[in-house]
């Protein structure tokens, strides 16, 4: 069975608004690169889809915008042609993706039990509809030394407390700190997930 792999970028004061953070740098772009290459898919809701689709498809003419560093082509590269999935009723999509159909929990159960070394997946509300019933088996959190003071914070609204075990920690330069935790509990996927986060 392939990890379901949460990662995202909060600030200290749990702020996981995508600009609420440092830019991005070079051994960031470096780090973000190698997640996204260590998965076999992508899992998206619909606004993080869009959101990563306006930013890292490559453009009909093949040639990456001027706005693109040399450091972003990389993971520009391995995200466009990365295997996506999106939760979504609403949207029809076509960046080498497909849509999640049915519900929830027992389609991404499904997807978990294909063969593969782990799925991706970043965003804020289709992470809090899989951790409560227990479908994510890694968080990933890239802990920005910033106070935002607004913004949306890291799983809000989660039901139940669920208790993680550290399992490896990388500072950046910029004071960023990656902390990956693995699920502590046995839990077995629940079927009440709710569907287009």
Known sequence: MRPLRYSINVTLDGCCHHEAGLPPDEESMRYWTGEMARADALLFG???????????????????????????????????????YVVSSTLS????????????????????????????????????????????????????????????????GLRERIQLELVDRHEFASGALVLRYRSAQDASPKQDARMDP
């Open 46 to 84: 619909r606004v993080t889809y869009e959101m990563m689709e306006s930013a890292w498809r490559r453009p009909a003419t093949g040639i990456w915008p001027d706005w693109m560093d040399e450091s972003e082509v990389p993971f520009a590269e391995t995200i466009d042609r990365a295997k996506k």
């Open 93 to 156: 999509v076509d960046w080498n993706a497909e849509l999640v159909r049915g519900d929830l929990g027992p389609a991404v159960q499904q997807l978990k039990e294909e063969p593969g070394e782990g799925i991706w997946m970043g965003g804020v509300t289709l992470p809090l509809a899989l951790a409560d019933p227990g479908l994510i088996d890694e968080y990933e959190f890239v802990v920005q030394p910033v106070l935002a003071g607004h913004g949306p914070t890291l799983l809000a």
